[in-house]
């Protein structure tokens, strides 16, 4: 984390990049260093290769200030929340890049990397970060890190959640994260398009091997016929691992080459990572993802052996 300091301090054009369908993990980590680079004198960029970000993240401090185009030179590139740099949407950088992850899939692809998958969020690692090198806690960069640990979470509620975690809460919301006001806009700007492509999905589930695997999509025409957008199918996966029986959750979202975005949730020692990493994917134990073609969904449910788990 030092190196990684001495780092940022003798660079003078940071490049903040978030990964490709971004959350609110990757948005706020990257939100969370933004205004302490910019303290520094830094000539910082929000960089996200998507032209519109998710509208429900548009309370957060600096959120309007991202861009879908990189500035002509930087000299520094910090990536967040990315398992590999594929997932940034870019083929390369003229710069050297920071690392900073929570997957244990990660790839270490940066010149320095700061992983810690013992983490519950990538925000949490950020916030490791600025402790570590001596920077005092203030509203605004709470603000994010409290944002993208409890959305990450689900609200404290998945596996990596400790002591440790409520403790850091707790300074968080002493240095002015409002609890209240972030699960508000978290929780409660559903748009009417979000329900209706809820209400398509609900159609869909199918329920395979005695009813321990869900799985459910949608399609590049549910999208048109809802005007919903790609973030409003996020909590779509864990409505099947919520059903009582069921061990793992499939979601696909269709894509506009035709191929599908598979999210999978798992409940217990079933390890999805491990399967979203044979198709070039990775993750969590119990959250990860990757991108094929539809054709393989059912060579996933063969090689998933529910009572091994």
Known sequence: MQEAWKLIEQSTSILLITHLNPDADTICSALALYPILKDMSKKVTL???????????NFLPNYKKFRSKPPSYYDLVIAF?????????????DA??????????????GDINIIDATKPSCTLVVYDFLLANGIKM???VAT????GLVSDSDFFSYRGVDKETFITASSLVCAGANPHTISTNLKERDSLSKIRLTSLFLDSIELKKNATIAVGKVLKKDFDVTGATNSDSDH???????????R???FMRELEDGKFK???RSKGDLDVSAIAMIFGGGGHKNAAGFTAGEDILDEIINKVDIEDV
Do not use: M, W
């Open 144 to 147: 994010c890190i409290y944002t």
């Open 47 to 57: 960089f996200n290769t998507e032209k519109e970000l998710p509208i429900k993240y």
């Open 262 to 264: 598979f999210s999978l």
């Open 138 to 140: 203030r509203r605004d």
């Open 81 to 93: 929340d990315s398992g590999d740099i594929k997932r940034l949407g870019v083929e390369k950088f």
């Open 96 to 109: 050297k890049i920071i690392n900073i992850d929570h997957h244990k899939s990660n790839t270490n692809f």
């Open 236 to 246: 779509l996966v864990n409505i099947i691992i919520s059903l009582a029986t069921v």
């Open 248 to 250: 793992l959750a499939i």
